[in-house]
């Protein structure tokens, strides 16, 4: 089984920071791929930040300058650093790990649970 564990959530003010933190553990065989998306109250889940093996991340428009997404490969860790946070930045945040867990198994994305990032202003 894979597990992706988030932690770092909670509390700021405007203008403050934040760093997530995720591990993928279990059974991996190879990871294409890791991120960060986010959903707020009422809205679809959207991608924040997205870091492919052995290329650039890529960031949403709105998180550009302010966000940055890092992974330790032998921690099987991505972060997701959050600078200068607006109240539009609150959300729960989900990280997503895109793997085969065996040599015969297909792809597929893995999410964690949650962890919810407010912003007050």
């Known amino acids: 089984q894979v597990q992706v564990v988030e932690s770092g959530g909670g509390n700021v003010q405007a203008g403050g920071s934040l760093r997530l933190s995720c591990a993928v553990s279990g059974r991996i065989r190879s990871i294409s791929a890791v991120g960060w998306y986010r959903q707020a109250a009422g809205k679809q889940r959207e991608l924040v930040a997205t870091?492919?093996?052995?290329?650039?991340?890529n960031y949403a428009d709105s998180v550009k300058g302010r966000f940055t997404v890092s992974r330790d490969n032998d921690k099987q860790a991505v972060y997701l650093q959050m600078n200068s946070l607006k109240p539009e930045d609150t959300a729960v945040y989900y990280c997503n790990a895109r793997l085969r867990p065996g040599a015969w198994d297909r792809e597929s994305d893995y999410w964690g649970q949650g962890t919810q990032v407010t912003v007050s202003s």
């Open positions: 870091f492919p093996t052995g290329r650039s991340p």
